[in-house]
């Protein structure tokens, strides 16, 4: 009889370890738009969603810097987000370039350390204006001081999202192909409130985090070693990188940290990123935005601040686990503000979920018309 309760007992024990693993790879796993709305709803935290005629949608939150804190298309968040939802972390959001340098205020003038940035990051949002399942507008203002002392910024930030059609919903090619879709209308704008010009020395910047592991094709106009540099941080390895008929792969690690910069020279004003999903599809992050080649760009490599600046960067972070993240980054050009004025940089993002045979036809039509031959890592 005590060989049997001895037994009871160890398979007890064993389903309650084998419901803690399983508790524990449910943490684990990327958060869901159905979860990330739970713990907002649950701690009070004001959010908007809007939502296509797919279902498919994606969510803003005011208090953590008016991100696009997670997009839910085909049921899968295909952005990046922290598994702890409540530090705000993760999804797209607007950044301000240059970062380091004398003329930059988020890393210290030794790019050792950071500044303090919480005031765009996370940073509380007002909404201005929302319109369900169409539009909403936040805007934000900061003051703060350029690393030299030269500069007193004071901005104003606004954030416009609206849903987008997709750009292949007329084409006869694909009126029989299913596929899920998502497209965003973004623009952001940066506003210069106080009496001194802002002569190209600031510039908007839009990044989204992803999760590893994936590619991020940029297509450029020339296969050149000039049209891209691997020194922000640590070297990226050469097995890495894949040149290809009209683009360039890079692969997103997401464990180790290295970023890369496109030469706005060489850039065709498009950006993605594509990975396997998690029921065994595959998906696309695209951005779409304009280039101003003849203009200053601002944000590089901290041993190079006398060269121009990048308008695209690939990041890979160098957590572990559920903490690894990419980014897909695009800058606008340096902006001239005069006192009182406001200038934007517009992007649209496009996000698809399909098989990778589907994708590819998609990429081939939006991203480089080789996409289909391009190196997926």
Same mark, same amino acid.
Request: one cysteine or more.
């Given at each position: %009889?005590?060989?049997?309760?001895?037994?009871?007992?160890?398979?007890?024990?064993? !389903? +309650?370890? +084998?419901?803690?693993?399983?508790?524990? *790879?449910?943490?684990? #796993?990327?958060?869901? %738009?159905?979860?990330?709305? &739970? !713990?907002?709803?649950?701690?009070?935290?004001? $959010?908007?969603?809007?939502? &296509?005629?797919?279902? &498919?949608?994606?969510?803003?939150?005011?208090?953590?810097?008016?991100?696009?804190?997670a997009v839910s298309v085909g049921g899968e968040n295909l952005f990046w987000t922290h598994s702890d939802i409540l530090k705000g972390q993760g999804g =797209?959001?607007?950044? !301000?370039?240059?970062?380091?340098?004398?003329?930059g205020f988020i890393f210290k003038p030794d790019w050792k350390e950071n500044r303090d940035f919480s005031m765009m990051d996370p940073g509380q949002y007002?909404?201005?204006?929302?319109?369900?399942n169409e539009c909403i507008r936040l805007t934000n203002s900061f003051n703060v001081i350029s690393n030299d002392g030269k500069e007193q910024y004071e901005l104003k930030i606004t954030r416009e999202m609206k849903l987008e059609e997709d750009p292949l919903r007329d084409d006869p090619e694909f009126e029989s192909i299913k596929y899920e879709f998502l497209g965003i209308d973004f623009v952001h704008k940066m506003k210069n409130d106080s009496t001194e010009l802002l002569d190209r020395i600031l510039a908007l910047w839009c990044l989204i985090q992803v999760p590893p592991k994936g590619t991020m094709i940029v297509p450029v106009k020339e296969i050149n070693e000039e049209a891209w540099r691997g020194n922000y941080f640590e070297p990226i390895p050469e097995e890495y990188v894949k040149s290809n008929p009209g683009s360039f792969s890079f692969f997103i690690h997401g464990s180790q940290r290295y970023k890369v910069g496109i030469n706005p020279r060489f850039a065709q004003g498009v950006i993605c990123y594509i990975s396997r999903?998690? *029921?065994?599809?595959?998906? %696309? !992050?695209? %951005?779409?935005f304009p280039v101003k080649s003849e203009f200053?760009?601002? *944000? #590089?490599?901290?041993?190079? =601040?006398?060269?121009?600046?990048?308008?695209?960067?690939?990041?890979? $972070?160098?957590? #572990?686990?559920?903490?690894?993240f990419g980014e897909l980054e695009c800058h606008s050009w340096g902006l001239h503000l005069r006192p009182g004025e406001e200038k934007e940089f517009p992007i649209k993002i496009f996000m698809y979920k399909a098989p990778q045979d589907v994708l590819c036809k998609i990429g081939?039509?939006?991203? +480089?018309?080789d996409l289909d031959k391009s190196h997926i890592f």
């Open positions: %009889m005590n060989k049997i309760y001895n037994f009871i007992y160890v398979l007890i024990a064993l !389903v +309650c370890l +084998c419901g803690i693993f399983s508790a524990g *790879d449910t943490f684990l #796993k990327r958060p869901d %738009m159905k979860s990330i709305e &739970n !713990v907002l709803k649950s701690n009070k935290i004001e $959010h908007y969603i809007l939502s &296509n005629n797919q279902n &498919n949608k994606f969510v803003v939150v005011p208090k953590f810097g008016a991100r696009i804190l =797209q959001r607007t950044w !301000v370039s240059p970062e380091g340098g004398p003329k007002e909404v201005e204006l929302f319109k369900e999903a998690e *029921d065994g599809d595959y998906f %696309m !992050v695209l %951005m779409k200053p760009y601002v *944000d #590089k490599p901290k041993n190079e =601040q006398e060269a121009n600046g990048d308008i695209i960067q690939i990041y890979s $972070h160098l957590e #572990k686990e559920e903490l690894a081939n039509n939006l991203v +480089c018309s």
